[in-house]
Structures are given as C-alpha cells and as structure tokens.
C-alpha cells in the first residue's frame, strides 16, 4: 500500500493524518442518481479549489494533464461561480482543422439540477459540507444541461507544425 509521505510522518507519530478515511470522511457508496456527475459537476461543488485545471484535446483524443497545484482557495459558499470555474480551465486545441466546440460532445457540461441536489446531500451527508452556505442565486448563473457559461472564452486553437511550417488554415 502506498503511503504519501506527509501521512506516513504522521502515522509514524501515532497521529492520524486529517484526511484519513478513520475521520469519518467516508459516507459509503454514493446513491445511484450521482453515479453520473462529471468531473467539471464535481469541481463546482468542490470544498478545496486549485490554480488550474487544463485539458489538452488532440485530433479530437482527449488527455487531462495533471500537475501539482497549490490550493487556490477554501469555499464557504457552494456551488461555485462559473467565473470561478473557468478561471481554473483552459481548452487548448491542436489540429490542423477549424476548431468546433460542439465535437467535444459532454466534456464540459454541467446540469444545474445534478450539482444542486448532490450538495443538498453532501450537507446533509458529510460533516465537511455542513457548515457550506448554499447560494441559490449562484445556481441560477448554471445552465439546465449545457457546457458551462463563459467556457468559450478559454479556448486555444494551435495548428501543429508540419515539416517546419504551419499547417494551413
């Protein structure tokens, strides 16, 4: 079993490292109706945001590139803003064609519906949740079921270079 140090120092010392599964962290198996939350659904109802979050889509092939970050900041109030949300995310594209958000299929919608009603459950099912005010004019700002407001705005197009030139438009 692999151990991250920082936990392995604590145990060491007969302390129970904050994060460990004995702290009551685990609230069992999740109901079924969240078992499809998206992995951007889940960053707007995060307690602990990071810097940055960019995922690289390569001819259409997708690959997340995931590095160390610095925790940016600790929420109080869920779910976050889209602003909030889009200050972590860049799309960078790279392929010879034009660009067409509409072929990254669901990768980055969300549903209003799924991120509220899974934070009314965190509250009333995880102690970390329980003390979050949830902001139901922030909900207002997310669609019913659709990429994520402002999203457009994170956009990078890059042509490869073929043969030391720049594919052509």
Known sequence: MFVCPSCQTLLAQDKLPA?????????????????????????VYAIYSITAHITCLFMFHGN??????????????????????????????????TFDPKRMGTLFHVRKHNIWSFLVWLKAHNHLYADIRLDKAVMEQYPLDSTIPGLHDRYLHLRPLVLGHIWPH
């Open 64 to 97: 997340t590139c995931a590095h160390d970050m610095n925790v940016m900041s600790i929420a109080s109030v869920l779910p976050c803003t889209p602003v909030d949300i889009n200050g972590f995310l860049s799309v960078m594209f790279i392929g010879p064609d």
């Open 19 to 43: 994060f460990a599964l004995a702290n009551c962290l685990y609230c069992g198996a999740l109901p079924e109706r969240f078992q499809d939350l998206t992995w951007l659904e889940e960053k």
